[in-house]
């Protein structure tokens, strides 16, 4: 079963505007959520992960996400988009009730326009 | 140091062929994980390694498939009598497993390979 949504397949930003990748997870009571970006021809990298420690977790290149256990929401966030951010982004979901399993979001394609 | 290897990066084979993909996973991790991704599509759960326990083999799609991890580290993903809808690209993980209260440590992934059959 789905653990994880990923709301928007496409968005589309332009440089120097803010990004906001959207994800929903099924409750659990202790998830592991991780954001995972993937670009052309390249393996997948971690951008950030939660593990139940501060709810706003900072990553790498500037990409953040806050965790709201009310709204079971993990949205991935960077106040200024580069033209390198432009790949394909995963939220991940992983926990008590998942069993071994990592589950995947279907991704969300990112565009940046000049 | 090194990071997940993976090979062949890719491979193209005639349908009904057996094939077989290697993962070295980072030396040290006792987790790892098998995937497959098809065009436009996110990742799909396979196989689980942990250890010396049994594999958790839930994900995969047919008795075609099967994999193996010797000694606790290198993984072969078997795929017999290939099929067309085979064609993929498939990804292997590993991480330091940590499961205190459930959570899940980072999984660093293989550049993957594409896997083409004709």
């Known amino acids: 079963a789905q653990s994880v949504t990923q709301l928007d397949s496409h968005v589309s930003v332009s440089e120097g505007t803010p990004v906001l990748l959207r994800c929903n997870y099924s409750?659990?009571?202790?998830?592991?959520l991780f954001w995972y970006v993937q670009h052309p021809n390249k393996g997948l990298q971690l951008l950030l992960k939660?593990?139940?420690?501060?709810?706003l977790v900072k990553g790498i290149n500037g990409f953040e996400a806050e965790f709201k256990k009310s709204e079971t929401s993990f949205h991935l966030t960077k106040p200024s988009a580069h033209m390198s951010d432009a790949a394909e982004y995963f939220c991940?979901?992983?926990?008590?009730?998942?069993?071994?399993?990592?589950?995947f979001g279907t991704g969300t394609s990112l565009t940046v326009i000049p | 140091g090194a990071g997940v290897s993976q090979s062949p990066s890719n491979k193209v084979t005639e349908k009904g062929k057996d094939v077989e993909l290697r993962c070295d996973p980072i030396?040290?991790?006792?987790?790892l994980y098998w995937y497959r991704q098809s065009l436009g599509q996110g990742l799909e759960f396979l196989i689980y390694?942990?250890?010396?326990?049994?594999?958790?083999k839930s994900g995969l799609p047919s008795d075609r498939f099967s994999a193996e991890r010797t000694g606790g580290s290198v993984s072969t993903l078997t795929i017999q009598r290939t099929q067309q809808e085979d064609s993929a690209v498939y990804l292997c993980?590993?991480?330091?497993?940590?499961?205190?209260?459930?959570?899940?440590?980072?999984?660093?992934f293989g550049p993957g390979t594409r896997l083409t059959v004709l």
């Open positions: 993980a590993s991480s330091l497993e940590s499961l205190a209260g459930g959570l899940r440590d980072t999984q660093y």
């Open positions: 409750s659990s009571y202790s998830p592991s």
């Open positions: 939660y593990t139940s420690a501060a709810t």
């Open positions: 991940v979901v992983s926990g008590s009730n998942t069993g071994n399993q990592f589950y």
């Open positions: 030396s040290g991790h006792t987790a």
């Open positions: 390694f942990q250890g010396n326990s049994a594999p958790d």
